[in-house]
């Protein structure tokens, strides 16, 4: 069975950015866990409350096929944070899927992993984006190898679709 962990802030992720894609990879038997910088309740910028299973200082890539940052305004946390960006750079090389929608492909432009690639953000960071190399397509979804992007909200069931059939694949 695959296994994918999201990885939502504590404040203020996209409810929607979350909810869809665990929905899709969820009901095609995908085992979804959620990780965050608290086991503490998580709260979405819709309100929605999320009681994350672990946290992300405790994942390995070789415990999860796919590594998905949800967006949203809190997303922000992670964008200097030296764990995330390890974990991601960790996924890539084991050849796991890397996934970030809406503000969240800035963590991985940070941890170096969008140089070269295609990729797509919510249009405030499309500078971070093309200042680490990245190629900003403008899609509502990217994928470039493993890597999946997708730009906000709109894009969640798409992006979610794209994760699973990446996951189908390998």
Do not use: W
Request: hydrophobic share 45%; proline share 4%.
């Amino acid at each position: 069975m695959k296994k994918a962990v999201l990885v939502i802030a504590e404040q203020i992720f996209r409810d929607e950015e979350y909810l869809k894609p665990k929905e899709i990879l969820s009901q095609a038997g995908v085992e979804v866990v959620t990780a965050s910088t608290t086991t503490g309740e998580a709260v979405g910028k819709l309100g929605l409350k999320v009681q994350p299973d672990l946290l992300v200082s405790q994942l390995k890539a070789e415990d999860y096929d796919a590594l998905v940052f949800v967006g949203g305004g809190g997303a922000a946390q992670y964008f200097d944070d030296e764990t995330a960006h390890a974990l991601a750079r960790g996924f890539a090389e084991a050849g796991k899927v890397v996934a970030a929608i809406c503000i969240a492909p800035v963590i991985l432009a940070r941890a170096g992993l969008l140089r070269g690639k295609r990729a797509t953000v919510f249009p405030d960071g499309i500078p971070e984006l093309t200042k680490a190399g990245a190629i900003y397509t403008a899609q509502r979804v990217e994928r470039d190898g493993r890597i999946i992007t997708g730009n906000g909200p709109e894009a969640a069931e798409a992006f979610g679709q794209k994760i699973l059939a990446q996951l189908q694949q390998d």
